[in-house]
């Protein structure tokens, strides 16, 4: 039975209450629950829509609403179409019913398989939640977050919903049916982009919860799910220019020699990075007086340098730690269903940000032993967390059990430090983690793609992990040049890796030289912030001659691009831009640049062709409607066409739009 409430069409079918109801321009929220209410809209991604009017109509044991640009059909048997203003169908359930609806004409299917499958789990009110969507041949699937596989068009895979080191799932897909989607349901799970069926699965859930906008453009769908989900800050000016870090300075003197040898070799320099285990013990989140005897002394001097400090914060708490006994009393930590919650990694377990007075806990911390000395840059590391083994089924939080909504924790982990700094009346926050789901972006979230090896396999698995992250509405988004594990800094072939990585980090949105490099270092003692070891150097001038020259070339480049990079910040902030996307972006009519997945622009006006291989000096480059100079040459050619561009040691092929504000800056 059909039904219209406060603008909402509503169905109620046996056990299942169906809301379709607008939810901002041209876009629908569809929620579906075999409970007898809905969940409130305390941890849902969806900020409150834009008031818009739905046009319903009920007719009989049919129903439609429309909201601009999107229609949704429901059938008599309760299955949803969703079409554009021209009739174009953007998708539909899978339906294989006894009773099943073409029109007005009745079929059946044996199959008896319902588009929306809730099973019960025994003993409570949740479900294993499956939906199912018909599969389209042409249809192409772009976005999801960040999974370490070099497929940018995500269509043929299978992903698992859940956060891992290194993977950030941000359930919003952009369609080249002209639609996004965005599952909104923060539980464990998994989708398939099935050639026969796409097939969407909540492991332990309450009710179906998504929202989908129709565009006419890539653009226009990316612009319409940021002003549902929120948009990233004006990125602050240090987030402009190049970042330092290894894992780890061990001592305040150490990390103030690598930032005055930048100085001294007048190489810019906006931010540099106190790694990990600087504590005594995970949870103090304070430095090892030991060690860093003067962090107010360490940040004026790194200011007079125009360097900005972040440190590393971990959301562990060791046992040992003098926090431990107090956030366990207060119940500010994550539970363990069976056993001990200690161990979840090594001594220590992971305090629990989803608790409002757990984050404000935490914040206090950070303010009193970080923040009153200056430090106004956290990184946020940890943030799937990086539980034992993934157990998802044996962690549960303050809000619920971490089967059913452990995708949530990096965003709250980054409100907690967001709005602690707000408080202090910050503006332009950026803090960096490594992790995030729908919405982390308006907590000031610049996510790092993780752990990665230091390979060109796992450089071309970051140019698809950083274009997805853009596309799920995280434009703010880094990697660490030259990637984590194994780049051992006296082998020729890791400089080769190291050098295309750095080109390529020129022109992502957040340039950051990291990495654990060999040979390591040993620890400087058995206790506190001693005790951990550290990598082989890791500055540009830790390489070699050739390898630095060609570093300090894009610091110098990407110094230059300062004005065009901020006229990109402002574009996310204002409106969701992506600031690296996939050529079809821009160029939605060419055909062409749907199938390109090894170049991408910075902008509109700033085409990349990363060198993605060892040994490659020369490559094919698409370059698509325009004139185009080659910033290595000069050179000047008409788009439309592939040509083969020079990709020497020391440059990869770059691009820019003939007349446009960034030529000036680029040749």
Known sequence: MFSIKDNALLRRNDKELLRIEPWGKNSLRVRATQRCEFLSDEHSALEAPEKTEADIIIEGNTAVITNGNITCHVSSGGVLLFTDRNGKVLFEEYDRTRDMYEGSKKFASALEIDPRTFQPKAGCDGYKLIYRIEAYDDERFYGM????????????CVLELAQRNSQASVPFVLSSRGYGMLWNNPAIGKVTFGKNVTEWEAYSTKQLDYWITAGDTPAEIEEAYARATGTVPMMPEYGLGFWQCKLRYQTQEELLEVARGYKKRGIPLDVIVADFFHWPH???????????????AMVRELDEMGVKLMVSVWPTVDGESENYEEMRELGYLSR??????????GN??????????????VWGKLKENYYKDGIQIFWLDEAEPEFTGYEFEHYRYFIGADLEMGNIFPKYYARMAYEGMAEEGQENILNLLRCAWAGSQKYGALVWSGDIDSSFRALRNQLAAGLNMGLSGIPWWTTDIGGFHGGNINDDAFKEVLVRWFAF???CPVMRLHGFREPFKPALSDHGGGKQISGAEN????????VYEICKKYITLRENMRPYTRSLMKEAHEKGTPVIRPLFYDFPQDKACAEIEDEFMFGPDVLVAPILYAGVREREVYLPEGEWKNINDGKCYAGGQTICADAPYEAIPVFVRAGSEAEKYLL
């Open 145 to 156: 977050g960040q999974y370490q596989q070099p497929f940018l068009n995500v269509k043929g």
């Open 282 to 296: 995970e949870g103090d989140w304070k430095f090892d007086p030991e060690y860093w005897p003067d962090p107010a």
């Open 336 to 345: 363990s269903e069976y056993g001990k919650r200690l161990g979840q990694l």
């Open 348 to 361: 220590a377990c992971i305090f629990d940000p989803t608790n409002p007075d757990a984050r404000k806990y």
């Open 505 to 507: 980090g020129a022109f």
């Open 539 to 546: 500055e540009i001038w830790s390489y070699g001659e050739e």
